[in-house]
């Protein structure tokens, strides 16, 4: 689907005004729970942790992967290893 945003001409003089739209959108989604962080990484084209590393640079630290989610991955690991 694709998706058409007028833009006030003082935004669309910016080097890259749709890109700057569609990261607000993914950040402000995001934040909300509105987007997963699956569909934030897709919308803008991003892997994983290439979204993690945008986000951070951004200091957006909620929902962050942690020590927790780690564990959990590497017990998951073990899990599928033991099969």
């Keep these: 689907m694709k998706i058409a945003v007028h833009l006030p001409d ?3 003089t910016h080097a ?3 890109r700057e739209a569609l990261e607000a959108l993914v ?5 909300s729970g509105a987007l997963s962080h699956f569909q934030s990484s897709q919308l803008l084209g991003l892997s994983r942790f290439e ?3 945008f986000l951070k640079a951004r ?3 909620e929902n962050a992967y942690d ?3 780690l564990e959990r991955d590497l017990e998951d690991l073990r899990r599928s290893e033991e099969r």
């Design 10 to 12: 003082d935004i669309a």
């Design 16 to 18: 890259d005004p749709g």
């Design 27 to 31: 950040i402000e989604g995001y934040r």
């Design 51 to 53: 979204l993690d590393g």
């Design 59 to 61: 200091d957006i630290l």
């Design 67 to 69: 020590i927790a989610d």
